[in-house]
C-alpha cells in the first residue's frame, strides 16, 4: 500500500523539499515586503539572514516569529548601517561620474582605483547583515567583523562566491527581463541567501570559535593572577 507512495510521508524527502521551499518563499515575501519602506531594508535583510543562518543550522523553528524578533532587534542599527551603505554607494557612483564628465577613461589608473573600492565595499557589505543578525556590537565593530571576515574568506574562496551568489537574481533579470518578475518576487533573495548562508556559517562558526580560545585564555590569565595575588 505504502510501496508506490513513500515520497508523500511527512518525514519523506521530498516532502522535506517542499517544506524548505515553501520556508523561503515565506522568507522572501517577508523580506520583500519589509524593504518596501527603504529605510528599514536593512533590518529586513538582517532579519533574513538570521532565519536563514538557523535554516542551515536546523534551528530554524518559526519562520514568521524569528524573522520579525531578529527585525525588531536590528531595526535601529540596520536603519543607520542601510543608510551608511547608500550614502558609500551613492559616492562611489558620483565619483564615476565625474571621470566620465572630465573625459577620463574607464580603463585609466583613476577609474581602476574606483572600481577596485567599489569592489572591496561590496565584498564587505555582503557580510554587514549577516554580522549584524548573528552579534551584538557597535555600528563600528559590526564592520569590522565583516571586513575580517570578508578578508579571510577570500582564503577560502568564500568571499568570491558570496559575491557571484549575490549577482544571481541580477543575471536572471538581465537574461529574462520582466519574465523573471515571479523568480523575484518568490525566491530572489532567499535562494541565492540560503547558499550564501552556507559559505558564511563556516566562516561565523571560526570566529566564534576564535572568539571562545580568547575568552577562554582570558579566564585562565585571570585565576593565575588571582592565584598568585592570594
Not at 91 to 106: E, F, H, P, R, V
Not at 110 to 123: D, G
Not at 135 to 141: A, K, L, M, S, V
Not at 145 to 174: C, D, E, Q
Amino acid at each position: 500500500m505504502s510501496g508506490g507512495f513513500g515520497f508523500i510521508k511527512m518525514d519523506s524527502p521530498f516532502i522535506r523539499f517542499l517544506s524548505f521551499m515553501a520556508d523561503l518563499m515565506i522568507l522572501n515575501l517577508l523580506t520583500v515586503l519589509c524593504c518596501i519602506p527603504v529605510v528599514t531594508a536593512g533590518a529586513s535583510f538582517a532579519a533574513m539572514h538570521y532565519v536563514l543562518t538557523k535554516m542551515v543550522r536546523n534551528e530554524e523553528g518559526y519562520i514568521v516569529k524569528s524573522f520579525f524578533h531578529a527585525f525588531k532587534q536590528n531595526l535601529l542599527q540596520g536603519i543607520f548601517i542601510w543608510i551608511g551603505m547608500i550614502g558609500v554607494g551613492a559616492l562611489l557612483w558620483a565619483d564615476y561620474m565625474i571621470l566620465l564628465t572630465n573625459g577620463s577613461t574607464t580603463t585609466g589608473w583613476p577609474a581602476i582605483i574606483l572600481y577596485a573600492i567599489a569592489i572591496f565595499v561590496l565584498m564587505t557589505a555582503l557580510y554587514i547583515f549577516p554580522v549584524l543578525s548573528r552579534y551584538h556590537n557597535t555600528i563600528r565593530g559590526i564592520i569590522k567583523v565583516a571586513v575580517s571576515m570578508m578578508i579571510v574568506g577570500m582564503g577560502y574562496l568564500r568571499t568570491i562566491a558570496n559575491v557571484l551568489l549575490f549577482m544571481v537574481p541580477f543575471a536572471v533579470v538581465w537574461f529574462m527581463g520582466m519574465d523573471a518578475m515571479p523568480f523575484l518576487i518568490v525566491f530572489c533573495f532567499t535562494l541565492p541567501g540560503y547558499f550564501r548562508a552556507v559559505l558564511y556559517n563556516g566562516l561565523f562558526k571560526k570566529y566564534e570559535e576564535a572568539v571562545e580560545d580568547t575568552t577562554e585564555q582570558t579566564e585562565e590569565s585571570t585565576e593565575v593572577s588571582t592565584e598568585e595575588n592570594a
